[in-house]
Each structure stands twice: as C-alpha cells, then as structure tokens.
C-alpha cells in the first residue's frame, strides 16, 4: 500500500515514484528490446486473449483469431468428458489440496492417475508431478548430484538445464540429435560413461524436429549409459499408441526414464515421470520440486485422467492432428516457405531477422491468424521463427485459412526466409 511506502524507509524517492533499484540494471539489455519493440507498435510477447471461444479460437484485439500457437495438440480443452471430470471434481472435492504431496496433497486421484500413466507406458512405475517444469526440475535435481554426470542434447528445455544447475550435476553437451558425436562423447568418458544419464526430448518445441532415438538408444546401451526421454511435444501424437518417439522408436523397454507434461496433449497442467526402476518411488523422499510445493489440483488431475483415457482409446484424434500438420506443411512448404522440421505437430518457419519475423507475425494477426514469433536467445542457433502448432480439433478449413494467410503476406517477407 502507498502509505507504508511513505515512511521514507521503504524506497520512496523524490515525487512519489519509488527510488530505482540498482538490483533492476541487469534487465536493461532485456528492457531495450523490449523497448525497441514496443516502438515498432507490435508486441508479440504476453498477447492477451480476451475470449478463449473453443480449442482454436480466441478474441485478442476485438477480433476473432484461429489459435494456432498453442500446445492443445489433441484438443481436449474443451472436451466434454475432461471439462465434466474437472466440475465434478471441483464440486466433491473441492478447488485446491493446499497441500504437499508429502503431507496432505496426496488423493486418491493423484495415485490413480500415476498408475494409470505408468500402465499407458507399460512400466511399472509413476510419479507426477505440479507441472511439467518441475518434472524435469525434479527428475534431475534428484536424480544427478554433483557427483554425476548427465550428457544432454544442447538443443533441451529449460527445465532440464534448470533441473542439473539445482542439483549440481557435472553437466556435458553433444551436439542436437547426433548420435555420432554422442557415442564419441560417452566414449571420452572411459568407465565413467557407464554411470552417465543421457537426456534427449522426443520432439524438441522450437524446430518441431524429432530425436534419432533408436540410434541414440544404440549409442547409450553400448556405453552402458542410461536415458531419459522427454516426451512432452510427442506424447499423444506419435508412436501408435500414442506414447511418443520411444513407442514409435520402438525403445520403450530400454529407456530409464519418460517425463511428460499435462500441459500439451492432455489439455491442462502438470508433469509427470514414469519409469520401469522401483526407485523412481525414491524421489518422493529426495526431490525438492516434488516435496515443497502443492500438488496439483483435483480438477487438474480429474481432467488429465479423461484425457489419458481419451488419448489411449480415440485414434482418431492423432490422426486427425497429423492430418492437420500435414496440410499446414505442404501448403507452406509449396508456398515457397523455409520450415525447419519435415512434418509434425509444430511447424516453423524460419525467417532472417527479427524485424521481418516480427512483421510478418503482425500480418498474421491482422489477417486472424495466432501463431507463436520464437526469438533468440530463446531459439536455437539464433533463429528467427514463426511457430505454428498444430491441434486436432483444427479445420481443413482453418489450416486452408492459416495457409492463405501466410500466402498473403507472402514473397517479399517470406523470401527473406
Ligand atoms: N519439457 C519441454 C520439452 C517443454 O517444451 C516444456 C514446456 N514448453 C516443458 C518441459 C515444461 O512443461 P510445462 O509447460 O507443462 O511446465
């Protein structure tokens, strides 16, 4: 409140505007982009959107866009059996656990929902998590100490580079899906390398490419190695049964670890890992982003374990979303655009410079079309990028449209691509 900050003790400067914290300075290379991009009238960052109206279309500007930047692959958001699990979940159990998984914040659901996990993947065991971030968080933290090591795709989220600096693991690079360079990097390591995690993502999110898995799975079981797999952009989508690169690597059965995320597929949020190792049960006990916090809410875990069911039971819904991926990556592709990745649930298109990417997001947005504008540093070899995704509950006629859109605007910008 104002009338605390006027004792003069608590960082009132002079005209009533708060003395300027020097802690603030270490944003100023981030606070002028930031600048320079609100001077450009367009900010991509953080768009509001005032209506969500279904799977795929939101209001954001008083207008009404095709949503095709976010992670609802399967489009269950608004599925009618994971929108009633999570009321009725809401109305008998009530809107939080406030609790820890470790004290009170563990319901029946949370261990229904972990068994059914570890039964989709035919493991025997599951741990979830409050998000998908602090799966890998946790995983890691736990899991690599400072007397470990863990040897990862440079290409990994995040959550996974965070998960080895909490845990202080001795952390080793290879190159982004090359096994080759993985199998002489494990090879350096000597005896060393047996006692090694390797870390990969099924599909990584900025590119939309997929992991070599059975080659890197090669590599990891000659080095006596072991892996964890993070599925977090193929769960749902790939393999046959929709368990990801690891079914459709055919690996299951010689990976240690899959991580995942509710927070894609199955239309809400959350993280989980399963694991064929009784030890997983270990990290209960050892990981910090597992115990000190709350777990998920009741209705999170009710509508998660009506997606899993409609992931597991609904082909349809894979097949309707590659459908999709498809479509969108033809007509981009014969359209004269430069993508990443052959065809997947994210398809990005590549462009030369931040003002041209950022321009042509704009375009997007005024002809109602929602995509995703991926910058460095968050992009991987400093790419500029459009970033589709793509959900099964889209349209042939919304992907047509999202195609036209891209076309529109289309040459002069797309040739800087
Ligand atoms: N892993 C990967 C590969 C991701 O892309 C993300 C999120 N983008 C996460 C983990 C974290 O998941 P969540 O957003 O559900 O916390």
Redesign the pocket.
Known sequence: PAGRRDDGRSGQGDGGQPRRLSLFDKFEPIARIRRDIEASGIDPLGVPIERIISATEGVIGGRRMILAGT?NYLGLTFDDDCVEAAVAAVRSQGTGTTGSRMANGSYDGHMALEAELAAFYGVGHGVVFS??????LGMLAALAGPRDTVMLDAD??A??YDGLKLGGARTLLFKHNDPADLDKRLGRLGEAAQHTLVVV?GI??MLGDMAPLAEIVAVVKKHGAAILV?E??SMGIVGQHGRGVVEAAGVMDQVDFV?G????SLGA???FCVSPHAELDMIRYASRPYIFTASPVPSVIASVRAALARLRDDDSLRDRIWGNANRLHRGLSRAGFTLAAPPGPVVAAVFDSRETSLAFWQGLLDRGVYVNLMLPPATPGGKCLIRASLSAAHSRQQIDHIVAAFKDIGAPLAKAG
């Open positions: 992670n998000t998908g971030y602090q799966a890998n990994c989220h959550s996974i993502e990584y999110s993070d977090a952009h991580v995320t509710f927070s894609k949020a959350g993280g």
